[in-house]
């Protein structure tokens, strides 16, 4: 009997960091995943334990790790749990680090309220030969009641959508961006949302590949993927009354690369 693909590691390790400065403290917030891939079909076959570092030990290298500076950075610190777990384990032919991290929103030198329901994402694969970097951003929620249309569309005899002009766009972005480790995440999420609100839109597909467009011409990015479920706003009978529904909605998404 073959193992044709293995691995294990601990996730949803939750952790917060205060950094302190003279005047302001920040606060870093993330959630962790950490799989190791190696040389474990000895643990599977025969239960032999020798090569399998504990998953609480995971854990508890998340925190202490949560020390350094990388913390201040999702990319940064999932770079540094990856080169940790490589160097530290020679047994191991890859690690995979997926990050959450969990915004505020500071509302004085030392407070903050609870941030915005979408997520800042850092995904690092990396071996003893390549390390690959992907940051993103899950359930970004964008609206504008204006500018954007879809119209001229296919129909067959179970069409009866009615062309609009004009309607409310309305989506719940989910983007990740491979890179070098340099591009700047807050300057991607400037992009997004100052494309998403300019576009003249004729659908989501047609703001989809603008907003890629503008990212990748701007940000040192390889390629991007941009996930755009429509979130529908039903008109009333009543003019300007909608009726917002989640279920079923359009999913519109695409890879952009140079």
Do not use: C
């Amino acid at each position: 009997m073959n193992i044709v693909e293995n691995r294990y590691g601990k996730s949803k390790v939750r952790v917060a960091r205060i950094v302190r400065g003279k005047d302001r403290h920040d606060f870093h917030e993330m959630t962790v995943a950490i799989a190791l891939e190696g040389d474990f079909d000895s643990s599977y076959r025969d239960g032999d334990n020798s090569l399998v570092l504990p998953t609480d030990t995971m854990k508890h290298t998340v925190y202490a790790l949560a020390q350094d500076p990388a913390v201040e950075q999702p990319e940064s610190f999932g770079l540094l749990l990856a080169r940790h777990f490589l160097g530290h384990l020679r047994h191991l032919r890859g690690v995979k680090v997926d990050i959450y991290g969990h915004l505020w929103s500071r509302k004085g030198p030392y407070s903050f309220t609870a941030g915005p329901p979408h997520r800042r994402i850092a995904k690092i694969v990396a071996t003893h030969d390549k390390v690959t970097v992907e940051s993103g951003v899950a359930g970004y929620l964008m609206m504008k009641t204006t500018g954007s249309a879809f119209e001229g569309f296919l129909r067959d005899e179970y069409t009866t959508l009615l062309e609009a002009p004009d309607r409310i766009l309305a989506t719940s972005l989910d983007a990740t961006w491979l890179h070098d480790g340099n591009a700047d995440w807050d300057k991607v999420m400037k992009l997004i949302t100052e494309t998403f609100t300019a576009h003249a839109s004729k659908s989501v597909q047609h703001t989809l590949y603008a907003i890629g467009e503008a990212v990748l011409k701007s940000e040192p990015i390889e390629r991007i993927h941009l996930k755009m479920p429509n979130k529908h706003y039903l008109p009333t009978k009543h003019a300007d009354v909608f009726t917002p529904t989640d279920e079923p909605h359009g999913l519109i998404e695409a890879v952009l690369s140079r």
